[in-house]
Nanobody, 127 residues
Framework: QAQLVESGGGVVQPGGSLRLSCEAS????????IGWFRQAPGKEREGVSCVSSGDGRSYYTDSVKGRFTISRDNSNDTVYLYMNNLKPEDTAVYYCATDWVYYSDYDECPWDDFGSWGQGTQVTVSS
C-alpha cells in the first residue's frame, strides 16, 4: 500500500529550528513531486513548499522563503523540510503529499494536484 509518513514535529521556541521528514512506503518517491502543506487551527490547509521530480526544482510560499528548505533524499525515499527561524505563526499540523506525476516539472507548485496525504506532524512554536 502506497503511503507517506511525516515525522519530526515538536515544540520549539521562536527562532528555533526543526527538520520534518516525509518518508514514502510502497512506492518509489524519486519518480514523483512532493509537496509540504500545513493547517493551523481554524484555518484552511495551505501549501508551504514543493519539489519536482523531473528537474528537482523547489518552490516556497512567500511566508517561508529564506527560512525553509525542501530537500530530496531519493536513496531513502524521503523528502525533508528544514525549518529555521521559526515563528509562532508557523504553528500548524504539517502534511506531505505527492502529485503522482512521473518526472514532473512545474513553473510553480500545483497545490491542487497533490494528494495521498500522510497523517501529519504537529509543529508548535511558542515561548
Amino acid at each position: 500500500q502506497a503511503q507517506l509518513v511525516e515525522s519530526g514535529g515538536g515544540v520549539v521556541q521562536p527562532g528555533g529550528s526543526l527538520r520534518l521528514s516525509c518518508e514514502a512506503s510502497g512506492f518509489t518517491l524519486e519518480y514523483f513531486g512532493i509537496g509540504w502543506f500545513r493547517q493551523a487551527p481554524g484555518k484552511e490547509r495551505e501549501g508551504v513548499s514543493c519539489v519536482s521530480s523531473g528537474d528537482g526544482r523547489s518552490y516556497y510560499t512567500d511566508s517561508v522563503k529564506g527560512r525553509f528548505t525542501i530537500s530530496r533524499d531519493n536513496s531513502n525515499d524521503t523528502v525533508y523540510l528544514y525549518m529555521n527561524n521559526l515563528k509562532p505563526e508557523d504553528t500548524a499540523v504539517y502534511y506531505c503529499a505527492t502529485d503522482w506525476v512521473y518526472y514532473s516539472d512545474y513553473d510553480e507548485c500545483p497545490w491542487d494536484d497533490f494528494g495521498s496525504w500522510g497523517q501529519g506532524t504537529q509543529v508548535t512554536v511558542s515561548s
